[in-house]
């Protein structure tokens, strides 16, 4: 055995080794039938087989085919030389289309020697790849670029070519990439083609065109006419894209920014806006801007056009002008025709003015030539506090000397300042822009070649007032005046119409109106209205002797008298030369007008006329008519009245009624009052009692008392004749006061006699019980001693306290905390709430007679009677009934379960004397 080197020996080894164990692979892939990938020894160690190795290589390689495959480029892989070691499909398709001189698609070829061999177009840009690609492969760099034109005889094509390393581990080799950009390249082209032709379609136009990188919005373009319109240098834009912006309207910074912002997330935009150029004008500038895009669809350009729009907004804001003058000018055209009171007018042309015309505010000032003084009869849209200043200059005579409304009077033609707040003939600048008003006309209203008026307008626009708004409003200025007179015209006709010229009454037609309006009010109201006529006694001969302007002042005079005591002018009219008229519009008692004719007489006649530095007293005489009783029309009440007047002057009446009758009753109306009045003071009025008694026993309950006039000419009168008249003229009240003391006095002596004294009832009257001083009177009267209130009752009707329920409960509260019992009297009558009646603070219920005569004469009138008596029982109310005359009445209600009765069946009225005597007795009453 040769011995050798322990190495070769190694090695010898190694190599029987790795033999035996290819050996033993064999073996395990027989003995497994290639079903097992690995095996383990007996430590638990784990081999793969020869063949598992080689199926996980082979599967590894086709995933990576499979990807290399998938891409759109052209691949080869190099390894660490620059061979070629492997290429994708694409690389095959394109070196099969293309005639590629090498065969097997280059596999096995030095890509490298390729690319350095190369020679002629494409040769310089095939050895920058070459340097590139070494310079990946000994890890220089880690990436590399280049894009290249590779042509074909058919068409122009571009490649980029990348080169990256093929892992981490850089010695292994490198991928290289072969994509087509030709359709890339082709859209840059054509987008430097476009923005070539756009800048010279830019250059020559006045617009200017931009374009901005929708990236890091750097200006690309902008078009010299930048510099024409905005001032600035083109230059400037390009250093700072956003300068521009600076030179923007402080006013419109805000939202031309927001807009612009806008447009660059790839937004159409269209806005305007203003620009302060150095020199201080202002220009109006209009953008429009829309996004460009690739062919992807990615955003790469903004590109725009700025336009000066400042003579459109200027032709713009002209039209908008001329339209809204002409909208304010037809709306109060039509306000002329249609409207015939002046100041409506003024008052409706002003607001057209604010709100059509879109005026910041109108004024019409009206001229007093009398008292020289200037006055504001109609406004809109003025702040109060620049009316007040206004109003100030207008009334200050130094001030107003000095201001445009003056001078547009003085000078007959309009007045107009298109810069208020600098204008030095404007007296309110500082004040007029305060509250936004830049310019003002002030325009004349002529009639009659005499300004009567002015009418101001105040424009929050400086320069509002040129030339054609100024002939509209020139115009309308004097379609106002002419409105003016023409309703000054009408105003005059219409005065004639209705109004007598000399005294300024209404005259016959304006009075017949007005008398049958206060007919309509005096049928919805139930009164009466009179109607008046008076003559002037010997009026023709005063007329005579004074002359027309002597009886003119006389006439005159006559009407301020009239009007001074008829309290308004409206109630009067003159009928005629020497005829006035007087309304009465209501007439709730006929006496009143009998009064109000002898007082006109006493006082017209004691009245001095002064005419010719004379002093006359004259007489008249008057002709009444009432309504309805003499007339159912306005026409008819005036006819009969003239037709009184006519019997008046020839019976030598100082008035008369238009009939006989009514003359008659009045007449004896108005004595009957005089001597009731005297009655009182005469101590002409009695009591006469009548008494009430209880149904089951008979006995004597209380009395009623009841007013009698013991007249010393005729004895006693009915109250039917005097009760009414004591009502009508307010007499009541004294008379009732006199009978509530007149009973509590004859109550108080019956009981200081010893007598059974029983409470009397004191009837109260509507004037009475409305009287808010009532409750008052009646704890005077019982003041007197201790025993008063329990003597006194007072009764009042049902439709008395129906009338007023809500007082008519207040009062009687406190009447009946005094300790005074209260009645309803006349129940049924009155048309009582259930709700009310529960509570009345009363205590008793007096069914009306009528009812009582109902009663048996009906079963309805007997069960009516029965209710009545029912409900009052149920709200724990004592019940007497009233008229009881005969037996079977007295019967009937004992069955009822009446509790009192009062009639004659018992007794009349009786006086004071007879019902102490006959009712009081102590006999009697044991």
């Known amino acids: 055995m040769n011995s050798g080197s322990p190495a070769e020996g190694a090695n010898e080894e190694?190599?029987?080794?790795?033999?035996?164990?290819?050996?033993?692979?064999?073996?395990?892939?027989?003995?497994?039938?290639?079903?097992?990938?690995?095996?383990?020894?007996?430590?638990?160690?784990?081999?793969?087989?020869?063949?598992?190795?080689?199926?996980?290589?082979?599967?590894?390689?086709?995933?990576?085919?499979?990807?290399?495959?998938?891409?759109?480029?052209?691949?080869?892989?190099?390894?660490?030389?620059?061979?070629?070691?492997?290429?994708?499909?694409?690389?095959?398709?394109?070196?099969?289309?293309?005639?590629?001189?090498?065969?097997?698609?280059?596999?096995?070829?030095?890509?490298?020697?390729?690319?350095?061999?190369?020679?002629?177009?494409?040769?310089?840009?095939?050895?920058?790849?070459?340097?590139?690609?070494?310079?990946?492969?000994?890890?220089?760099?880690?990436?590399?670029?280049?894009?290249?034109?590779?042509?074909?005889?058919?068409?122009?094509?571009?490649?980029?070519?990348?080169?990256?390393?093929?892992?981490?581990?850089?010695?292994?080799?490198?991928?290289?990439?072969?994509?087509?950009?030709?359709?890339?390249?082709?859209?840059?082209?054509?987008?430097?083609?476009?923005?070539?032709?756009?800048?010279?379609?830019?250059?020559?136009?006045?617009?200017?065109?931009?374009?901005?990188?929708?990236?890091?919005?750097?200006?690309?373009?902008?078009?010299?006419?930048?510099?024409?319109?905005?001032?600035?240098?083109?230059?400037?834009?390009?250093?700072?894209?956003?300068?521009?912006?600076?030179?923007?309207?402080?006013?419109?910074?805000?939202?031309?920014?927001?807009?612009?912002?806008?447009?660059?997330?790839?937004?159409?935009?269209?806005?305007?806006?203003?620009?302060?150029?150095?020199?201080?004008?202002?220009?109006?500038?209009?953008?429009?801007?829309?996004?460009?895009?690739?062919?992807?669809?990615?955003?790469?350009?903004?590109?725009?056009?700025?336009?000066?729009?400042?003579?459109?907004?200027?032709?713009?804001?002209?039209?908008?002008?001329?339209?809204?003058?002409?909208?304010?000018?037809?709306?109060?055209?039509?306000?002329?025709?249609?409207?015939?009171?002046?100041?409506?007018?003024?008052?409706?042309?002003?607001?057209?003015?604010?709100?059509?015309?879109?005026?910041?505010?109108?004024?019409?000032?009206?001229?007093?030539?009398?008292?020289?003084?200037?006055?504001?009869?109609?406004?809109?849209?003025?702040?109060?506090?620049?009316?007040?200043?206004?109003?100030?200059?207008?009334?200050?005579?130094?001030?107003?000397?000095?201001?445009?409304?003056?001078?547009?009077?003085?000078?007959?033609?309009?007045?107009?300042s298109n810069d208020s707040q600098n204008d030095p003939k404007v007296l309110l600048g500082g004040k007029y822009a305060e509250f936004s008003v830049r310019s003002m006309a002030i325009l004349p209203l002529i009639v009659a070649d005499e300004v009567v008026g002015v009418f101001a307008l105040y424009a929050s626009e400086i320069g509002f007032f040129r030339e054609e708004e100024m002939a509209l409003l020139t115009e309308l200025a004097g379609d106002i005046a002419f409105a003016i007179d023409h309703i000054a015209k009408r105003e005059r006709l219409d005065y004639l119409a209705y109004y007598d010229e000399l005294t300024g009454l209404a005259n016959r037609r304006l009075f017949l109106e007005r008398v049958a309006q206060y007919m309509s009010s005096a049928i919805g109201g139930e009164h009466k209205l009179a109607v008046l006529l008076i003559d002037l006694e010997r009026f023709k001969n005063i007329n005579n002797s004074l002359g027309q302007l002597g009886g003119d002042a006389l006439l005159k005079q006559v009407a301020e008298w009239l009007t001074a005591n008829a309290g308004e002018a409206s109630l009067i009219a003159r009928m005629g030369a020497d005829h006035f008229a007087v309304v009465l519009p209501k007439v709730t008692q006929d006496v009143d007008v009998v009064r109000l004719i002898e007082k006109t007489l006493a006082t017209f006649q004691e009245h001095q006329f002064h005419l010719h530095d004379a002093v006359f007293r004259i007489a008249i005489k008057i002709g009444a008519t009432l309504f309805p009783d003499d007339g159912a029309s306005a026409d008819t009440l005036v006819r009969n009245a003239e037709a009184a007047l006519k019997k008046a002057k020839t019976s030598g009446f100082p008035y008369l009624f238009y009939t006989q009758k009514m003359t008659e009753a009045m007449a004896h109306k108005l004595s009957l009052e005089n001597q009731l009045r005297q009655a009182l003071d005469n101590e002409e009025f009695v009591l006469h009692y009548q008494p009430k008694v209880n149904l089951a026993s008979g006995k004597l309950t209380s009395a009623e008392a009841l007013i009698r006039w013991n007249d010393p000419r005729t004895g006693l009168v009915p109250p039917a004749r005097f009760i009414p008249i004591l009502e009508e003229t307010g007499l009541i009240n004294d008379v009732g006061r006199w009978a509530l003391h007149k009973a509590i006095d004859d109550y108080l002596r019956w009981h200081n006699a010893g007598l059974a004294a029983v409470r009397v009832a004191v009837n109260v009257s509507p004037l009475q019980l409305r009287d808010r001083g009532f409750s008052g009177q009646i704890l005077q009267a019982i003041d007197i001693h201790e025993q008063a209130p329990f003597g006194l009752e007072l009764e009042i009707t049902e439709s008395l306290i129906m009338a007023d329920v809500k007082h008519s409960i207040a009062s009687l509260q406190t009447i009946r905390a005094m300790g005074i019992s209260i009645a309803i009297d006349d129940f049924g009558t009155g048309f009582s709430s259930l709700s009310y009646l529960s509570k009345l603070p009363v205590d008793t219920l007096k069914i009306d007679r009528s009812f009582v005569i109902e009663m048996t004469e009906s079963s309805e009138g007997l069960l009516l009677v029965s209710t009545i008596i029912n409900l009052a029982h149920s709200l724990k109310l004592k019940v007497v009934a009233e008229g009881v005359e005969t037996e079977e009445q007295a019967s009937m209600l004992r069955r009822l379960h009446c509790d009192e009765m009062q009639g004659y069946l018992f007794s009349k009225p009786v006086p004071g004397e007879i019902f102490e005597t006959r009712f009081l007795s102590p006999l009697l009453l044991k």
């Open 14 to 416: 190694i190599v029987a080794l790795i033999e035996s164990l290819h050996r033993t692979g064999q073996r395990l892939e027989e003995l497994t039938a290639g079903e097992v990938d690995t095996v383990s020894d007996s430590s638990g160690r784990t081999f793969l087989l020869q063949s598992a190795q080689e199926h996980l290589r082979l599967s590894e390689a086709a995933k990576q085919a499979a990807i290399l495959n998938a891409l759109p480029a052209n691949i080869a892989l190099l390894n660490a030389q620059g061979i070629i070691i492997s290429v994708n499909q694409a690389w095959q398709r394109f070196a099969g289309e293309n005639a590629f001189p090498y065969t097997g698609f280059g596999i096995g070829l030095n890509y490298l020697q390729i690319c350095d061999s190369a020679q002629g177009e494409g040769a310089s840009e095939a050895h920058q790849a070459a340097e590139a690609i070494r310079s990946i492969l000994t890890g220089s760099i880690t990436s590399f670029s280049l894009e290249y034109p590779c042509h074909s005889p058919t068409e122009q094509r571009w490649f980029l070519m990348t080169v990256t390393p093929m892992d981490d581990n850089r010695s292994k080799g490198a991928v290289v990439m072969h994509m087509d950009v030709t359709a890339q390249r082709q859209t840059k082209e054509d987008l430097r083609a476009s923005e070539l032709r756009f800048r010279q379609m830019a250059e020559n136009i006045g617009d200017v065109f931009f374009l901005l990188d929708a990236v890091d919005s750097r200006m690309l373009y902008v078009s010299p006419a930048y510099e024409v319109i905005w001032g600035h240098s083109c230059e400037s834009l390009y250093k700072n894209p956003q300068s521009w912006m600076e030179t923007v309207h402080p006013d419109d910074q805000a939202a031309t920014y927001k807009t612009y912002r806008k447009s660059l997330m790839a937004v159409d935009a269209n806005f305007q806006f203003r620009i302060v150029r150095h020199d201080g004008s202002i220009r109006w500038i209009e953008v429009k801007s829309y996004p460009v895009r690739d062919d992807d669809g990615s955003l790469v350009r903004i590109a725009g056009l700025a336009k000066d729009i400042t003579e459109y907004k200027a032709a713009e804001a002209k039209i908008a002008y001329l339209n809204r003058v002409y909208a304010m000018l037809s709306d109060i055209n039509a306000l002329i025709v249609r409207e015939h009171d002046r100041d409506n007018l003024f008052k409706e042309a002003c607001r057209i003015a604010v709100e059509a015309g879109g005026f910041r505010m109108s004024l019409i000032v009206i001229m007093d030539r009398g008292l020289k003084r200037f006055i504001p009869i109609a406004s809109a849209g003025g702040d109060e506090a620049l009316l007040v200043a206004i109003k100030g200059i207008l009334s200050s005579s130094e001030k107003v000397q000095k201001s445009m409304v003056v001078r547009a009077i003085q000078e007959k033609t309009a007045v107009v």
